[in-house]
């Protein structure tokens, strides 16, 4: 029916964060229904596309997973491109995931920040010829919806990462939060629901 009246959204989101958290299963999850007790490397698949309704329209998301590479905390700056949407995903049980939320985070910002910075270069340096910093850090933060995402919250016994803790980076952030469990599928697709129609919002 979107087909019909001529209009489609594509959008391309990223799943960040440390290795183990459940990245890849929140996306099989919310693509597929599906768990995966075992954890293993993603191997092959870059991405998993969905389709959602949004206001009547069709909302294809494309959501990547990165191929195990996060380990080595070299996830290229190729996953990022084109990115207008991201996941950053910590495990509630395990503190030092969320330490390194903040730098997934940092990691993140810089990439969509160059990028942002060289589309505007190439827009400006035509028109103006003198390029403020700041235009490609104001450009990036409302282009990119981005979400912190506490997995795991099926394991409240073992918690050791508080839920106002998360609320609190978020804000520190300004970027959404929710705590998700991929095991019992809580909020899951309510997660990617949320950074859809948020984008969604900004483009239509
Ligand atoms: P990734 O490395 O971030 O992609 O993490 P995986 O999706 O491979 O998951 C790592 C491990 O955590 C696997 O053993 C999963 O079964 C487990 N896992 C993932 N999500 C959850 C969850 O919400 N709850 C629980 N209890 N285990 C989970
Ligand atoms: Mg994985």
Do not use: P
């Amino acid at each position: 029916m979107a087909e019909e009246s001529g209009e489609e959204y594509l959008f391309k989101i990223v799943v960040i964060g440390d290795s183990a958290v459940g990245k890849s299963n929140l996306l099989s999850r919310f693509t597929r229904d599906e768990f995966d007790h075992n954890s293993k490397a993603t191997i092959g698949v870059e991405f998993q596309t969905q389709v959602l309704e949004v206001d009547g329209k069709e909302v294809k998301a494309q959501v990547w997973d990165t191929a195990g590479q996060e380990r080595f905390r070299a996830v290229t700056s190729a996953y990022y491109r084109g990115a207008v949407g991201a996941l950053v995903v910590y495990d509630i049980t395990r503190r030092t995931t969320f330490d390194s939320a903040k730098r997934w985070l940092d990691e993140l910002n810089s990439n969509l920040f160059s990028l942002s910075l060289q589309l505007n270069l190439n827009i400006e340096a035509r028109s103006v010829g003198n390029i403020e910093v700041g235009i490609g850090r104001a450009h990036c933060d409302t282009a990119v919806t981005r979400m912190l995402v506490g997995n795991k919250c099926d394991l409240e016994s073992i918690r050791e990462v508080t839920t106002e803790e998360g609320t609190e980076l978020a804000e520190e952030e300004g970027m959404f939060f929710i705590e998700t469990s991929a095991l019992d599928s809580t909020n899951v697709s309510k997660a990617f629901e949320i950074v859809i129609r948020d984008i969604y919002e900004k483009v239509s």
